[in-house]
């Protein structure tokens, strides 16, 4: 099995790669940045040229030969609501159309955990983000063919990883996870496909193999 990581040299995006290739999978690393390829790299991936501000044509080419594709992009708390809507909105969407383009099927986005509740975007301090990330959802969703997943974690956090994890936020002992347990879980989604399912994560009790197969 071949993946394609978008936003591969993010954070998450970064545990992604090295988790995923640590498992003899293929692992491609999307990259707008050429000085980010000998990262990708050492991680044990590939890295491939790959510009979310570009058109979804554009896009196609990264994806040759990819049976799965992981949007883990975001613009980053230092930009402003402007790169929020052209990363994690119009790029996720882009990605999305790129992706059935390329005739590739999977296709699995790291959302956020509140993305569907528009009260909480009001509380969260960060609305602009959670708005983005909730039609982002919806497009792919309902404005596509792809089998994909939605991975929802919590509040993102750089601890060492627990390797356990809960799909039950509402009954968790914790609202957070570390960005190493929400790439494991995504690896997990990789590993064992499954069609149209949204999942909620945060830190908990449960081994990340137990909690996704």
Known sequence: MTTLIIGAHGQVGQHIVQQLAATGETVYGAIRNAEQAETITKLGGQA?????????????????????????????????????LNIDLDGAIKSMIATEKAGIKRFIIVSALGTDDRSFWEKSGIRPYYVAKYYADQWLQNRTNLDYTIVRPGILTNDDSTGKISVDPANADSSKITRSDVAAAVVAVVKHPQSKQIIAIVNGDVAVADAIK
């Open 48 to 84: 491939r040229m790959f510009d979310l501000m570009g058109t979804a044509d554009a896009m196609v080419p990264a994806m040759n030969g990819v049976d799965t594709v992981v949007f883990s992009a975001g613009s980053g708390g230092s930009t402003g609501d402007d790169m929020t």
